[in-house]
């Protein structure tokens, strides 16, 4: 509903317009980065994985948790998520790996790397009930 609002008449040119423009800014400031590197290594989320369903009432923690990735989305690039580790209490940790554009090859290559080398065996614990 947001987003047919923001099309509607007279919000096209305050929204819309303003939204492409700051994500070719995003797509831009990738590019520049990739002008140095192959690859960009980054945290998945900000903290480990939460409970199922424990911010599901609160759309500002969800946003939040996926800071990191929608950054490349908006800028059309691939991303991976990595296996990365778990906290103190055994939730999930991640890593992303950020590439070219169309450049997924790279990122396959690299990914196996990371987890070749770093030899991730922690499981986290069972969280859904067997069917």
Not at 56 to 78: K, Q, R, S
Not at 95 to 113: N, P, Y
């Amino acid at each position: 509903m947001i987003g047919t609002y923001v099309l509607s008449a007279g919000y096209y040119d305050a929204y819309y317009l303003k939204a492409l423009k700051v994500r070719r800014r995003i797509a831009d400031d990738f590019s520049q980065a990739f002008e140095k590197v192959d690859a960009l290594l980054t945290p998945t989320a900000p903290s480990a994985a939460f409970g199922l369903g424990e911010n599901a009432d609160d759309p500002v923690a969800m946003y939040l948790n996926d800071i990191f990735t929608v950054t490349v989305n908006l800028a059309g690039l691939p991303g991976m998520s990595l296996p990365a580790g778990v906290d103190a209490d055994g939730l999930p940790l991640g890593l992303q790996l950020i590439g070219r554009t169309l450049d997924e090859g790279t990122l396959f290559s690299l990914g196996g790397a990371l987890e070749k080398a770093a030899d991730f065996r922690a499981r986290p614990t069972r969280w859904w009930s067997a069917p």
